[in-house]
């Protein structure tokens, strides 16, 4: 029996052994790890079966039933027939480059409006957190500034900037720099008091506080920001787009409508949760990348 039990614990040791030297999965093998991963778990099927029960309402409200409000809405027979036809009807399908260019010019947008959002916000909202007298100049500004309506701003962009781009990221930008620079202020603030009095009895300098207590602390609140910023980034671009653009896919959408075809609109709406849905898990992923020592807290502690 001691023996059994000594071959068992040498050949747990080995494998730990095994383990530690080979090191945590990277690149390829981290990705696929995480897809194994989530196959074990019913999230995916879950996923699924939410997408088809989205589109089997859809169909029986347009297509089967026919109900009042839903009667010059497209079903989602005819959308997705479109949508992957090699020589589609009414010109836009994923096999067409006038679809990949809305898709592409957006996005461009998008990554421009958010890295200014970011780029500013963030440190804006360091500093207010971290010096009161700055919060007392800058915070009122903000917040009379921000319940402003993006779509106020639009005759003001048009006239401050020339063309179709530069309004259209100026009005993004605008939206998502609110998100950014408030929650890294509440992401500040949050910062356990305790902290701040363990780095000055070290004798840390107020510069190494910043660095070290400040900026890492508010992490988690700075890229739960950028996630909501992201969101509210393509909320503000596509109202941008419907009112000054050329391309896009706000413009795409309002263009549909303003001819009176449906289909590509929905198209258009469509690939938009799609774009989004994909550029906040991108965001979700770097987070979590930069934060590894927030993802094992949680895990510790069961979450």
């Not at 747990?12 to 690149?27: H, I, L």
């Not at 679809?99 to 996005?107: D, I, P, Q, T, W």
């Not at 949050?190 to 910043?210: H, M, N, T």
């Amino acid at each position: 029996m001691s023996e059994r039990v000594a071959g068992r614990s040498g050949e747990g040791t080995a494998a730990r052994d095994k383990s530690a030297v080979s090191g945590p999965p990277t690149g390829v093998a981290l990705v696929w790890h995480h897809f194994k991963k989530s196959l074990r778990t019913p999230t995916p099927y879950l996923t699924v079966f939410g997408i088809f029960l989205w589109l089997f309402f859809w169909w029986l409200a347009s297509e089967k039933i026919g109900l009042p409000r839903f009667e010059k809405m497209p079903g989602p027979v005819s959308v997705l027939s479109e949508l992957f036809s090699p020589e589609p009807f009414l010109g836009i399908s994923v096999f067409t480059a006038e679809f990949y260019e809305h898709v592409y010019v957006s996005c461009r947008r998008i990554f421009i409006a958010f890295c200014i959002a970011t780029g500013v916000g963030v440190p804006l909202g360091l500093f207010m957190g971290w010096s009161r007298t700055f919060r007392d100049y800058t915070f009122p500004i903000l917040e009379t500034v921000r319940p402003i309506p993006i779509l106020a701003w639009v005759p003001l962009a048009i006239l401050m900037f020339a063309g179709f781009e530069a309004p259209v990221i100026f009005l993004a930008t605008l939206a998502s720099l609110y998100v950014t620079t408030l929650n890294t202020l509440l992401g500040v603030d949050s910062i356990d008091e305790s902290y701040f009095r363990a780095a000055g009895c070290l004798g840390s300098k107020p510069w190494q506080v910043f660095l070290h207590v400040v900026v890492p602390g508010s992490m988690p609140f700075i890229f739960t920001g950028l996630q909501i910023s992201i969101g509210v980034a393509w909320f503000s671009l596509v109202a941008a787009e419907m009112v000054s653009g050329d391309w896009g896919l706000g413009y795409l959408i309002v263009d549909s409508y303003m001819n009176n075809v449906t289909i590509p609109m929905v198209i258009g709406m469509i690939t938009l949760g799609f774009v989004g849905w994909a550029t906040s898990a991108i965001v979700r992923m770097v987070g979590n990348r930069l934060m590894q020592w927030r993802v094992r807290a949680l895990a510790l502690e069961g979450r």
